[in-house]
């Protein structure tokens, strides 16, 4: 312990965790050391921040339902039998993990997806979104691709940091192509549904919550041998996809983007943590 | 910080500090995780979060210093990068 930053001390004196003598013996410190108290303020800064950002998140934090649980919990355990304590434990398991996902929800970063450059526009394409090509092939009655989004749900995306919730997330419906021939994709480069996904299933050991399961970034997450598009073209049509009849007369339908050099994707400021 | 309501530009910058927040949390470990949300949104007690996690009260200490240490880093770093982008011409 030999920085002053590296004594734990700080954060639970900042949090109010010391004991009486502990804390005076720490203030006295304090007193005594300019650089100690700049740490202080730091850790100050950093634990108004969390709190200041979770409490204004309902995603990020803890719902009234899970905190309930963490009460009922505390105020049994006093009276907890040891043979009672493995319960206990599997409940703060469930309800800890239903506090994560907000940790790796991987909707509502786009927005630091944007160019390191000062750009305004979005990040440049890489791999056009593959939500419409993974479409189930039961329900439509004709060769259909899956619209992109409705408006509906694009304003629910931006709301997600206000009111979204990932158990809310749903397929998009289907449309005829004879009531409406066009679909739009969102071609993006998010790719960070594939770490989130798997720090859930190797690190963490649960099953991802649905909503932090977006396919089309499980997709993009790895590298095809896609033909890169011809100058002045976005999209290739990659090999294998083509018309596959399913039932009913449903198709699947590919398409494939990628830049025919790396320039765009250097532009790009992806902040992703994976 | 500013009201929520008070237009695009604000709602904006709310998101990204969100944002930060957000990418910031994912990259601590998950026990460093369950004590951050346990501290900052449950409001427990060093502990009762040792009740919690099944920790010594001293460990717990241990987790929640080193992960605010790990999240000024990481916020302090996007803060920078994220003037950059706003300061741009």
Redesign the interface.
């Known amino acids: 312990m030999n920085q002053p ?1 590296e ?6 004196y900042a ?1 109010g ?1 010391l004991e009486a003598d502990e804390r005076a013996a720490f203030e006295a410190q304090l007193a005594a050391d300019a650089e100690l108290r700049a740490e202080l303020e ?2 100050r ?3 108004e ?9 309902p995603e ?3 719902s009234a339902a ?2 309930k649980t ?1 009460e009922q ?2 105020q049994k ?1 006093p009276t907890t039998a040891p043979a009672a304590k493995k319960p206990r ?1 599997l409940r ?1 398991g469930w309800a ?1 993990a239903a ?2 996902p ?4 991987v909707g ?2 786009s ?2 997806t ?5 750009s305004a526009e979005p990040a440049p394409t890489v791999t056009a979104s593959a939500r419409s090509l993974v479409a189930p092939l039961s329900e439509p009655p004709s060769l259909a691709l899956a619209p992109e989004k409705t408006k509906g749900e694009e304003k629910q995306d931006q709301e997600r ?1 206000d009111t979204e919730s990932y158990d809310k997330y749903s397929d998009n419906p289907f449309i005829r192509v004879a009531a409406d021939p066009r679909s739009t994709f969102s071609i993006d480069v998010d790719t960070a549904s594939y770490s ?1 996904v798997r ?1 859930f299933l190797l ?2 050991g649960a099953l991802p919550p649905k909503g932090a399961v977006r396919i089309e970034e499980l997709l993009n997450y790895f590298s095809y041998e896609y033909p890169a598009a011809r100058p002045g073209e976005v999209f290739t049509y990659p090999p294998r996809s083509t018309r596959r009849p399913g039932p009913r007369g449903t198709g699947w339908f590919g398409l494939a983007s990628k830049p025919r050099k790396s320039r765009l994707r250097t532009d790009s ?1 992806l ?3 994976s | 910080m500013e009201s929520p309501d008070s237009g695009p530009a604000s709602r904006v910058e709310r998101q990204q500090a969100l944002g930060r927040v957000e990418c910031a949390l994912s990259e601590l470990s998950p026990e460093q995780r369950q004590a951050v949300i346990l501290k900052f949104s449950g409001g427990l007690k060093y502990k009762e979060i040792a009740e919690v996690m099944e920790l010594s009260v001293t460990n717990v200490g241990f987790i929640l210093h080193s992960a605010l240490k790990a999240l000024r880093s990481q916020l302090s770093d996007a803060g920078q990068e994220l003037e950059t982008v706003r300061s741009a011409p």
């Open positions: 930053s004594d734990p001390r700080l954060t639970a949090l965790e730091a850790v800064r950093t634990a921040l969390l709190e200041n950002e979770l409490a204004r998140s990020l934090a803890l899970q905190k963490i919990a505390l355990a434990k703060w800890l506090a994560l907000l940790l790796l929800s509502g970063l927005l630091m944007r160019g390191r450059k000062g940091f989130m720090r690190q963490d400021h902040t992703w943590c």
